[in-house]
Nanobody, 121 residues
Framework: VQLQASGGGLVQAGGSLRLSCLASGLTFRRFALGWFRQAPGKEREFVGGISWSQSTYYADSVKGRFTISRDDAKNTVYLQMNSLKPEDTAVYYC????????????????WGQGTQVTVSS
């Protein structure tokens, strides 16, 4: 299984970015997916998750600003990030697990390599 995240970069506060994560080696439509992030000196935290049936879940810190979605035909999960803040600066990771509860608890089986998001003030 491979998860390849992309789309990170440098953006000014208030701007937007869309992260993508292409998965291979798994039956994508049967997996719950998630995005996590880790800022320097901080623990990794849950950002958003999506079930195989398209139910979505978000951390309070990003609710209303970030949107997670999936395209099963393309084996890809997305994270649309709007109204970005400097505190959103982190390495963002995509992850997958057959069980939604495991994704939401922060311990999915498969992880991508991470993509850096930097938000300048």
């Amino acid at each position: 299984v491979q998860l390849q995240a992309s789309g990170g970069g440098l953006v000014q506060a208030g701007g937007s970015l869309r992260l993508s994560c292409l998965a291979s080696g798994l039956t994508f439509r049967r997996f719950a997916l998630g995005w996590f992030r880790q800022a320097p000196g901080k623990e990794r935290e849950f950002v958003g998750g999506i079930s195989w049936s398209q139910s979505t879940y978000y951390a309070d810190s990003v609710k209303g600003r970030f949107t997670i979605s999936r395209d099963d035909a393309k084996n890809t999960v997305y994270l649309q990030m709007n109204s970005l803040k400097p505190e959103d600066t982190a390495v963002y990771y995509c992850a997958a697990d057959p069980r939604l509860s495991v994704v939401l608890s922060g311990n999915p089986q498969y992880w991508g390599q991470g993509t850096q998001v930097t938000v300048s003030s």
